[in-house]
């Protein structure tokens, strides 16, 4: 799997709002890169697509799946307020 091809689908894939195939690609990817920093950041970008929804629990997921992959990453910090805070 090229991580670095099927990032930039699944990021034309949340633009376009193909939010459920974005999401099913993304869970695929994340078992073959459970490391990849690109793969996490994309739970982030759906977070952003489910807060705009106004779907809290997809949210929350997304934000927890970044955690799941990034537990001490860059935004790992800002994840986890986001959490507390909203839910």
């Known amino acids: ?3 670095a091809e099927a990032v930039g689908e699944i990021k034309g894939l949340i633009e376009r709002g193909s939010i459920a195939s974005a999401e099913s690609k993304l869970d695929q990817l994340r078992r073959n890169a459970p490391d990849n920093s690109a ?3 994309l739970y982030l970008d759906l977070a952003s697509v489910y807060f705009r929804k106004d779907n809290r629990s997809k949210e929350k ?3 927890q799946s970044f955690l799941q992959m990034k537990p001490d ?5 800002e ?5 507390e805070s909203r839910f």
Not at 73 to 77: D, L, Q, V, Y
Not at 79 to 83: A, E, G, K
Request: charged share 30%; hydrophobic share 45%; glycine share 6%.
């Open 1 to 3: 799997v090229d991580v």
């Open 79 to 83: 994840v986890r307020s986001i959490l």
């Open 39 to 41: 793969v996490a950041r």
């Open 61 to 63: 997921q997304a934000y």
């Open 73 to 77: 990453g860059e935004r790992a910090k």
